[in-house]
């Protein structure tokens, strides 16, 4: 069986050098039992026999995850309301049973043998977890090494005394987690998602030194060009040993070597310039290398090699303003992230593979982030590796404890992982900013503000956090009730999903936010003039269910970019988790489809258009839309173009490029953002929808930015000259399907899940048919149904029908998938959560018009959809008229004549 996790767990502290490295991977199957009753430490399990073990589990993974128990194939099993966990499982499968009970579990047992290698023996031999949740004993031969209290933090045991002089070594874990939240710091596995419990970091054994490097941190000056490293050692003093610091640069050069004393029980600090230093950077993220060694009499005793990154992370004003944004190096960072909360279907909390964070990472960037905020989770190091590898910026929350148990025991526990996490992490450079607290979560939520015995503890501890690493911004409280103590960044979060009233509010937080504003902070506290970050918001909140987050994400980040004063956000989220569904991807991390490109809004150079992203206007309006553009890359010219024209689609659903467009000069320097003047638009003088579609572009003709507004011009007309009988809905009736839908406007929509059929009913005035008539052609905007409002992805739910005009048959075909997204723009003008469908066209000529014709002479028209096609094709019905889906149009008879 291949080891789950083969990587070293620790690629930014690798123990040993690269031509040697010794290290035991202990992932894989282990023995396993769980102890309901907590009788295990008293009757001593860690002497009992292997047999007396009855499962096996998969470590590095929760004993809740389908992964522990082998049961993460790759199925996608959905039902109407949420993802079940148990879709991801086979129902025959052996770990089945076990995983259907483990939530139930509070305390569970482990066993592995090993067999020490003969070439580790006169060193001592470390057994290191990276990490366990929450509680664990471990044992060696019976013998017990010890206890580790929390997590989320990397422990070890120097595991050398419990061993024989021959034969394997037998190891027992002991892992409990109460799960209650109370005093234990945790994020959301437990009252929010899936549950996690035990060993969900790698277990390994490795030798080191008589003398070994225990930690090492890499502090950079940029300024300066020079690092200093603090080094701890331990083990035993060697009279005369030495440390040896050998820097490689990231073209894999020498860049520098530097030694000093070796002393146990100290930090030892040394320092070493590196000239022509290359920096670390989100477009170029170069990691330096650095050989650690401790040396005695000519001979590496250990060695461990540590990665790091010449960057520095501070706030400064954006030039010419007050505004002041989050920097690296030497320019401004438009920081635009999403919320990471860093679960997954299979292994929960744990990554299955490191392709899967790599993964996620990737996504991240094409969506045009460049920032995550690790959301109440500490991540695995390896994840962080490839964020500094890759270049993605990361904030990384604080695990908290329960509001209810605030007292000595959680601030205990809380402080000893903030300090493990701070230094296990110090020399990853993506990471700019720790967050402390969420959303005042073990603080005392809304009673908080009235509680300065606690405002001066967090105090103390964002002093603390400032102490251990200065290199870094430090948050309080990353806030949705307004309550900052004192923080590096001044963030806010919000949940709107109107136009208007989010424009309202981020309008208003911006005019609140100035030095001495007691806005957003606690009483007696005021602001500063720290960077004014959105630090969650959305459309959709975590209990709104399965939606199109696609319109909502551009209305809001639009909004978000149209002020100076705000310098970055995080949007909710990357992916779906569970029953919450608002992210980029799905929880199985597919994609979904948003109906245009996000990084159009999410980019480092953006235009915003500001008004709302749909209107209904009258035939022939004049409009007029204020530009805004937001640069933020490096190099760009102030001289820039900006230009726009008008699509247009017209009541019968037929597209084509207007006659009206514009273009102006205008000046966009860059790490600001400036209005650009109005757009004039003269919209078309008939019914339809039109699409203003703007494009800035600089000097050069590279692009800057673009974007795009809608127009419903009201009115249903036929365009001139058409002889056209349209449908209505009140003249649709449904036979045999589920009708269901959802929507302030549900009367533009007729649709039903299921099987069964749709008929279209309208009169035929006088006059129709026409003299010289030719061909009847049938149009629609139709699609198949189902009773959720899903954003598009790469499921698909066809349907195959069959269309009558009267009793004579006109076509099959089928209907792809029920899309819903940001371009059904008339739905959600007209408020349909994103539906629409796909424009069908059917033309009845020759034979089959005589036939149709006779049928018609008797005053009226009817148009049957019926589906035809089995089960797996049958997926409902939706017929859209002229309120709703992605056409302006009614379904129609349109009669054409000879001429």
Not at 89 to 94: E, I, S
């Amino acid at each position: 069986m291949r080891i789950p996790r083969p990587e070293y767990p620790r690629p930014d502290l690798r123990r040993g050098r690269e031509e040697g490295r010794d290290w035991l991977n202990l992932n894989g199957p282990w023995l396993f039992a769980f102890d309901p009753g907590d009788e295990g430490l008293g009757a001593e399990w860690q002497h009992r026999p292997n047999e007396a073990f009855p499962t096996t589990l998969l470590v590095p993974f929760p004993w809740e995850s389908p992964a522990a128990w082998g049961q993460d194939r790759e199925r996608r099993d959905w039902n109407e309301e949420f993802l079940v966990r148990e879709a991801y499982l086979d129902p025959g499968g052996v770990g089945m049973d076990n995983y259907r009970t483990a939530e139930r579990h509070t305390i569970g047992w482990y066993r592995r043998t090993v067999t020490i290698p003969e070439s580790w023996r006169g060193r001592p031999v470390f057994l290191n977890f990276g990490a366990v949740d929450h509680h664990a004993t471990v044992f060696v031969n019976g013998i017990r090494l010890g206890e580790h209290e929390g997590g989320y933090t990397p422990f070890g045991f120097d595991i050398t005394g419990a061993l024989g002089e021959t034969g394997p070594a037998v190891i027992t874990v002991r892992a409990q987690d109460p799960q209650d939240h109370r005093d234990q710091p945790a994020g959301k596995q437990i009252h929010w998602y899936q549950r996690t419990s035990g060993i969900w970091q790698t277990v390994y054994l490795e030798p080191r030194g008589l003398c070994y490097v225990e930690q090492v941190h890499a502090r950079p000056d940029v300024d300066a060009e020079a690092v200093e490293f603090r080094i701890w050692l331990g083990g035993d003093e060697i009279p005369g040993a030495t440390v040896e610091v050998t820097v490689v640069d990231p073209d894999e050069a020498e860049a520098g070597r530097v030694s000093a004393a070796a002393s146990v029980g100290e930090v030892l600090r040394v320092g070493l310039g590196l000239p022509d230093v290359t920096l670390w950077d989100i477009d170029a993220p170069a990691l330096y290398r650095a050989q650690v060694c401790v040396m005695a009499d000519g001979v590496v005793v250990d060695s461990v090699e540590v990665s790091f990154g010449m960057r520095k992370v501070f706030t400064a004003p954006l030039p010419g303003t007050d505004c002041r944004y989050v920097w690296l190096n030497d320019r401004p960072v438009y920081l635009r992230g999403a919320l990471d909360q860093s679960f997954n279907p299979w292994g929960v909390y744990a990554f299955r593979t490191e392709d899967e964070m790599i993964a996620d990472l990737q996504a991240a960037i094409d969506a045009g982030f460049n920032w995550l905020r690790i959301h109440i989770k500490a991540e695995d190091p390896v994840f962080l590796h490839h964020a500094d590898r890759m270049g993605v910026l990361l904030m990384c929350d604080m695990p908290n404890f329960d509001s209810a148990a605030y007292g000595p025991l959680a601030q205990g526990r809380w402080e000893a992982m903030a300090r493990d996490l701070i230094a296990r992490d110090y020399n990853h450079p993506s990471i700019f900013s720790w967050c402390l607290f969420n959303e005042t979560w073990g603080l005392g939520g809304e009673a908080y503000k009235q509680m300065p015995e606690r405002h001066d503890w967090v105090r103390r501890m964002v002093a603390l956090a400032r102490a251990l690493d200065d290199t870094r911004l430090v948050e309080d409280n990353s806030p949705c009730l307004y309550d900052h103590v004192e923080t590096d960044l001044n963030s806010w979060h919000f949940y709107i999903n109107d136009y208007g009233e989010a424009r309202e509010h981020i309008a208003n937080v911006v005019a609140h936010t100035y030095p001495g504003s007691g806005f957003n902070y606690v009483p007696g506290a005021v602001q500063g003039d720290e960077p004014l970050l959105n630090s969650e918001y959305g459309g959709i909140s975590a209990g709104m269910g399965d939606r199109d987050v696609s319109w909502c994400f551009r209305f809001l980040t639009n909004e978000l970019r149209r002020h100076e004063r705000i310098c970055g956000y995080v949007y909710t989220e990357l992916q779906d988790i569970e029953w919450e569904r608002n992210g980029f991807l799905n929880y199985d991390r597919t994609p979904k489809s948003f109906g245009y490109d996000p990084t159009d809004i999410n980019a480092d150079d953006v235009l915003v258009l500001d008004a709302p992203p749909g209107q209904v206007v009258l035939p022939g309006a004049e409009i007029r839309v204020p530009a805004v553009a937001s640069l933020f890359s490096p190099d760009r010219w102030a001289a820039a173009r900006l230009s726009w024209q008008v699509d247009f689609t017209d009541t019968l659903g037929r597209t084509r490029i207007a006659a009206t467009e514009g273009a102006m000069d205008v000046s966009a320097p860059p790490w600001r953002v400036t209005g650009l003047g109005e757009m004039a638009v003269r919209l078309p003088a008939e019914p339809g929808l039109a699409l203003v579609r703007a494009v800035l572009e600089d000097a050069e003709g590279h692009l800057l930015g673009r974007a795009c507004l809608a127009f419903d011009i009201e009115g249903s007309a036929p365009p001139a000259g058409a002889v056209v009988v349209p449908f209505r809905p009140d003249g649709a009736a449904m036979d045999g399907l589920d009708g269901s839908v959802s929507g302030s406007s549900s009367a533009e929509l007729v649709a039903g899940a299921g099987r069964g059929a749709i008929t279209l009913s309208a009169c035929v005035p006088e006059g129709i048919p026409p003299a010289g008539l030719r061909r009847i052609t049938f149009v629609a905007e139709m699609a198949s149904y189902r009773p959720t409002d899903e954003q598009t992805d790469e499921r698909t739910f066809p349907s195959d029908v069959e269309v009558r005009l009267g009793s004579v048959l006109i076509g099959k075909l089928t209907l792809p998938d029920c899309p819903a997204d940001a371009n059904g723009v008339l739905s959600y003008i007209h408020g349909i959560p994103g539906r629409y469908g796909y424009r069908v066209e059917l033309k009845v000529y020759g034979p089959r018009l005589r036939e149709v014709l006779r049928e018609l002479r008797l005053g009226e028209a009817k148009v049957r959809v019926r589906i035809v096609g089995d089960d797996r094709d049958a997926n409902g019905i939706a017929v859209l008229f002229r309120g709703a889906g992605r056409f302006p149009m009614d379904p129609a008879l349109i009669f054409e004549t000879e001429d």
